[in-house]
């Protein structure tokens, strides 16, 4: 008859076995996988399966509770598969195996260790806690561990760990591949802490760990180096800054194959100038709400070759003149200037960069004292109509200076050509222009009266007309 001992071990097997590593987890034999010898014993109503030459007892959910020898038998490891649990005793498991070398919590409910590991667990050298639901770790959980070497917590759901949690006396290599890590500011930045002793130094997975939401699949270390090298550029500033997102390729790369997008925050900091510097990568500024009036730092200052997107509301910009043929304006994406000075725009250089950059997806231009005259606004009111799904705020682009006072505060788009080129006064009954007219339609009448008079003469007496006669 077969050892059912051996059967509930395959299930075991089976079951265990279809555990793959996480993302970024190291793919390998699992550890619930048994490969069991001649040499086996089932113990405890086949919940535990016992292999004599390695002394490595196998057990299922909570069945080491019914292991009926106590310790007696000299134990080197002891594996728990299937824990269903939220949490585990772990005081009682190493009291009942006080000389175990290794520990294997595996493919388990497990969420959290509610007790540091005892100090009388003098023996154990190795845990490994794998395929479970861990969520968090106790500071002091392994501080007590006098002979602990190696601490594998992969492929659980670790977001984030304090480095004082992974500290033991003698331990050395640490594993944490495969956990959903929290790539936040002041949250993981301890990694990058390689001096000698540090706990990032005993790290062996350090290329293979990944960020969760937002930087789902990003290598943990670049995107942590970009995180902190934003934070010391943003300190050197008045801004508030913010890693919105990083792309590159998945895989082995480096902080160079990355590309970070940045948005920094100067609203409200009673700027008079666009800031000298800003954090590398703001491909997103706002400097809504101060008293900048000049726009040439975006053609002189490199620091804003990679912005894309800028809100420059609210302040005193009265022209961006200077802006026309420039690289930056040849290639934004974003440029909000609502609740400035401007009177007027070069047209042309919008049209122009509007029709053949490609990049631009929103402009807003609202709330500005715009001029509604014959001269500009016509073309102005071309370019708004043309591009209605760029210019966001089409309808509060508004006349603002005008001759005729009927179209104040009116929408320019709508505005039709009559209204636009209107007389300066209907009242006037003279009008330069109504002279000259009047001068030239004069002298027309005059002219043919006068052929008509001269033709009459000539039929009449012969004589030619007293100029053409003295003509020789």
Known sequence: MRNPGVFRVALIGILCCEHAGGSGGVRESHPCTVHHSRRSESIGEDECFLTDEDHHLWCFGDSYRLWSHNGSIDLKTLTICNWLHPSIDLQDILSKFPKIKKLIIANSNLTTLSKPFPSD?????????????????????????????????????????????????????????????????????????????????????????????????????????????????????????????????????????????????????????????????????????????????????????????????????????????????????????????????????????????????????????????CLFTPGFQDLLIRYTKLVKDVNEIRCHSVKNLENLDKPIRDLTRTEICIIESETSWLHPLDVLNVFLASMIIFILGKLVYDYWSFKRTGKLPWLVAKIP
């Not at 200052?301 to 961006?320: E, F, H, K, M, T």
């Not at 420039?326 to 007027?344: A, E, H, I, P, Y």
């Open 121 to 373: 667990a003098k023996h154990l050298e190795k845990i490994h806690i794998t395929g479970t639901q861990l969520q968090g770790v106790p500071r002091d959980a392994f501080k007590h561990l006098s002979g602990l070497k190696i601490l594998d917590v992969r492929n659980n759901a670790l977001t984030e760990i304090d480095p004082a949690a992974l500290v033991a006396p003698k331990l050395q290599h640490i594993l944490l591949a495969g956990n959903p890590w929290k790539c936040e500011d002041k949250t993981m930045t301890w990694i990058l802490n390689m001096t000698h002793g540090s706990v990032a130094r005993k790290i062996g997975d350090r290329d293979k760990l990944h960020c969760a939401h937002p930087y789902e699949e990003r290598p943990l270390l670049p995107v942590v180096e970009i995180i902190a090298t934003l934070r010391e550029e943003c300190s050197r500033t008045v801004c508030e800054c913010e890693l919105v997102y990083v792309v590159g390729r998945v895989g082995k790369q480096t902080q160079r194959n990355l590309i970070a997008f940045v948005s920094t925050n100067c609203s409200h900091r009673g700027l008079r100038e666009m800031p000298e510097f800003i954090p590398a990568n703001t491909t997103t500024l706002w400097l809504d709400g101060n008293q900048i009036t000049d726009l040439s730092p975006l053609i002189t200052n490199p620091v804003y070759r990679q912005v894309l997107d800028l809100y420059l509301d609210n302040n005193g910009i009265a022209s961006i003149n200077q802006l026309e043929g420039s690289v930056w304006f040849d290639n934004f994406r974003v440029l909000s200037l609502r609740g400035n000075k401007l009177t007027d725009l070069p047209t042309y250089a919008f049209e122009n960069v509007l029709l053949k950059s490609g990049n631009a997806v929103s402009l807003y231009l609202g709330d500005n004292p715009w001029t509604c005259d």
